[in-house]
């Protein structure tokens, strides 16, 4: 049986279905959801904490967790420039690394994208593996980094370049094809709940097996 388990980006595809297969589960005792807004489920063993993010650490002091996940993402175009996507997706992520680190958590997943790398000449990627190296450096007992390709699914809002190369991600190689979203999310739910220990990426085509 695993504890309690925090996740950020609940309200976001990819967390949507993470929290809802990790509530499925089981060996889940707990799962949070560490958000802006209150998004009501009615299910036993979910919470949530609703927190301004700028406040991350702070809002989550003196809790106390098992595995925290992170599905934190935005776009450019969403956060507004290139500076607030970076904050939003590295500091962020990092303060919510930091809040899970005080909380006793040892298993710490995050969502980066395929082709992460803090030497990227693509923006999104090199803060994709920024994200990555720093929770490296944390040095977390595990560390399990899950890099999807295109993800495939229904969102709030339309991303068109997305929409317009789905049908022709689904017929690109397992290794960079587009993956579903609910995909992503039990894939989330397994490694989490799952035996882990030291660092582990695991990359798109990977995920289509879960």
């Not at 500091?91 to 930091?98: E, P």
């Not at 710490?108 to 030497?119: D, E, I, M, N």
């Not at 035996?195 to 995920?207: Q, Y």
Request: charged share 25%; with cysteine.
């Amino acid at each position: 049986m695993t504890g309690c388990v925090w996740v950020l980006g609940a309200t976001g595809v990819v967390g949507q279905q993470a929290v809802l297969a990790l509530l499925a589960d089981p060996s889940t005792s707990r799962v949070v959801a560490i958000q802006r807004r209150p998004v009501r489920i009615d299910a036993p063993k979910y919470g949530e904490k609703v927190v301004d993010f700028e406040q991350l650490e702070t809002s989550l002091a003196g809790e106390s967790a098992d595995v925290a996940v992170c599905c934190l993402g935005t776009t450019i175009k969403q956060a507004g420039s290139q500076a607030q996507f970076r904050h939003i997706e590295l500091d962020y992520t990092l303060a919510f690394a930091r809040a899970a680190q005080a909380a006793g958590v040892r298993h710490f997943l995050v969502v980066t994208a395929l082709g992460a790398s803090p030497k990227s000449l693509v923006f999104y990627n090199r803060v994709k593996g920024e994200i990555e190296q720093a929770l490296t450096d944390m040095r977390f007992p595990a560390l399990t980094i899950v890099r999807p390709s295109l993800l495939v699914g229904d969102r709030k809002e339309t991303r068109l370049g997305e929409k317009l190369a789905e049908p022709f991600m689904r017929l690109l190689p397992r290794s960079v094809r587009g993956i579903g979203v609910d995909k992503v999310g039990k894939a989330l739910a397994k490694l989490a709940l799952g035996p882990a220990h030291g660092k582990r990426v695991v990359l798109s085509r990977e995920l289509h097996d879960f």
